[in-house]
């Protein structure tokens, strides 16, 4: 199956529940095939969890959530060891990290010990628990929700863990029109709690995800879009504004990310365009600003932007 038909197809899917933000949808589809995980940020209300689950309903995957609280503890995440008194002896109860997609609800509400729990998971792919390795169902993808910072009761990510991430999307306010074909759905009977009423298809399998994934990795990149890509993320490493660039991770998820997005959209090689267009939601977690540039007012996204449009585009 052919990834512009496929995404298309999954696209389809996903608007019979999720109105809208059409970018955002993309950018979600583009960490699937780049077999990465995406921290979605915006203000309560704007459908961030729906977004999630009917991407799982799409897919067709295993599906776990995780409402982060301020008393989740780590072993609430992956799952710990329980003495059996029948058997005499310790057995695994999983936690519900054993999934292929996992919504990690408000992950910044909760402590960073307990965020930290999901940075074996999405790095490695697998948990420790109890000195045993045990390994994840494939695929496994972590979508995050948070709330902006500034919102009280949240604790910000670790960077270490910020770094994971392979995308950071922010949601914000549809458009008019979508808000009202939002009210006019909900006037019709639509619940979100009823996802199942939706007639939502599966369009996607765990296989069939590893043939797409092969695709798009096999998407062509000439020399003049690597050093494009090498451009945009040294110069985050020498701007006046930021005190910390982006690392080589932030390269490779940018090429990851536009090889995706170019096979979603036909094409089997990568323009300086597709580069650009995940030039933020891949760098934005990835960088911090400056305590000056702060006081100043100004914002991850105005510096990135300033940054990715002073680079020559290469023809």
Not at 122 to 145: D, K, Q, S, W
Not at 243 to 252: E, F, K, N, T
Not at 275 to 288: N, S, T
């Amino acid at each position: 199956m052919m990834v512009a038909e496929t995404a298309d197809r999954v696209k389809a899917e996903i608007a019979k529940a999720f109105v809208g933000q059409d970018r955002t949808v993309e950018q979600v589809l583009a960490a699937v095939l780049a077999d990465g995980h995406v921290l979605l940020e915006g203000v309560p209300g704007l459908g961030k969890t729906l977004l999630v689950r009917t991407l799982a309903m799409a897919l067709d995957l295993p599906f776990s959530r995780i409402q982060f609280t301020p008393d989740l503890m780590p072993t609430d995440v992956i799952g710990t060891e329980v003495f059996d008194q029948r058997d005499v002896d310790f057995k695994l109860k999983r936690g519900p990290v054993f999934t292929s997609i996992l919504l990690a609800d408000e992950i910044n509400r909760t402590p960073p010990k307990t965020q930290s729990a999901l940075l074996e998971a999405m790095e490695e792919r697998h948990v420790t628990i109890g000195g045993v390795r045990h390994e994840l169902p494939y695929p496994f993808l972590v979508f995050a929700t948070q709330n902006p910072l500034e919102f009280e009761g949240t604790y910000p990510l670790p960077e270490a863990q910020q770094d994971r991430f392979l995308l950071k999307v922010i949601l914000d306010y549809q458009e008019a029109t979508d808000e009202m074909d939002v009210l006019k759905r909900f006037h019709h009977g639509f619940r979100a709690q009823r996802l199942e009423e939706t007639g939502i298809t599966p369009i996607v399998n765990a296989e069939s995800l590893r043939g797409l994934r092969k695709t798009v990795n096999d998407t062509t990149v000439e020399d003049k879009v690597f050093d494009y890509i090498y451009a945009i993320v040294a110069a985050t490493r020498s701007h006046p504004d930021l005190l910390v660039g982006g690392s080589p991770r932030a390269g490779l998820a940018l090429l990851s990310c536009s090889k995706a997005v170019a096979a979603m959209r036909g094409r089997h090689f990568v323009i300086p365009d597709d580069v650009k267009e995940l030039a933020l939601p891949v760098l934005r977690h990835r960088v911090l600003l400056k305590p000056e540039a702060e006081i100043e007012g100004m914002s991850v996204d105005q510096v990135l932007t300033g940054l990715v449009a002073s680079q020559v585009v290469p023809r």
